[in-house]
């Protein structure tokens, strides 16, 4: 365990498996926990989470500037599959990965998003999450000095429009579908 009481995100994976690195980031979202899954899984079933991501790749690009790698950039791809529910929590599986010639230089965060309600009309959603640097050992080392807050950072945005697309829709009042009709992530 790192000095200041947290867990470290490294861990080692079984030999010739590599490194994994674990990621949890959350928002609040000013609304109530159905509408927020119903609407979360239109908007990544129409492309919003790749919408989002371009602009959130674009912050934690600011971050690895900073960190003398301008230069690095990269589209991703967010695949998921259908939501389920289990407990109270809806979980939609997805998969972040780099696509282009240089995508294997970027990790594939596999992980889950998952939605709860929290305060009265309100919900927390959270993306939980690991993935493997490139790279082997010098992955490891580039993503502890600089990547992984280049990640997180990365993350943050992405949940932030998420949270924007659940608002926008509510704000122009948009119906939400039944949950039967409701298209799904693919």
């Given at each position: 365990?790192p000095?200041?009481?947290?867990?470290d995100?490294?861990?080692?994976?079984?030999?010739?498996?590599?490194?994994?690195?674990?990621?949890?980031?959350?928002?609040?979202?000013?609304?109530?926990?159905?509408?927020?899954?119903?609407?979360?899984?239109?908007?990544?079933?129409?492309?919003?989470?790749?919408?989002?991501?371009?602009?959130?790749?674009?912050?934690?690009?600011?971050?690895?500037?900073?960190?003398?790698?301008?230069?690095?950039?990269?589209?991703?791809?967010?695949?998921?599959?259908?939501?389920?529910?289990?407990?109270?929590?809806?979980?939609?599986?997805?998969?972040?990965?780099?696509?282009?010639?240089?995508?294997?230089?970027?990790?594939?965060?596999?992980?889950?998003?998952?939605?709860?309600?929290?305060?009265?009309?309100?919900?927390?959603?959270?993306?939980?999450?690991?993935?493997?640097?490139?790279?082997?050992?010098?992955?490891?080392?580039?993503?502890?000095?600089?990547?992984?807050?280049?990640?997180?950072?990365?993350?943050?945005?992405?949940?932030?429009?998420?949270?924007?697309?659940?608002?926008?829709?509510?704000?122009?009042?948009?119906?939400?579908?039944?949950?039967?009709?409701?298209?799904?992530?693919?």
């Open positions: 365990m000095s200041n009481g947290t867990k995100p490294y861990r080692s994976a079984p030999p010739g498996v590599g490194w994994g690195v674990f990621l949890s980031e959350e928002i609040r979202v000013d609304s109530a926990v159905e509408r927020t899954c119903q609407r979360l899984s239109s908007w990544l079933a129409v492309g919003g989470g790749e919408i989002a991501a371009a602009d959130a790749l674009a912050a934690g690009g600011r971050v690895l500037m900073r960190a003398g790698f301008a230069g690095l950039s990269k589209t991703v791809e967010v695949d998921t599959m259908r939501a389920n529910v289990r407990d109270g929590v809806t979980v939609i599986p997805l998969r972040w990965s780099a696509t282009g010639p240089a995508g294997d230089l970027f990790p594939t965060l596999d992980a889950n998003l998952e939605i709860t309600g929290c305060e009265a009309g309100r919900s927390r959603v959270a993306l939980v999450g690991s993935y493997r640097p490139p790279l082997g050992r010098v992955g490891v080392v580039l993503d502890r000095t600089v990547l992984h807050r280049a990640g997180r950072v990365t993350i943050r945005r992405w949940l932030r429009g998420a949270r924007a697309a659940v608002m926008a829709a509510d704000s122009a009042g948009v119906p939400v579908a039944d949950p039967a009709t409701a298209p799904g992530p693919t």
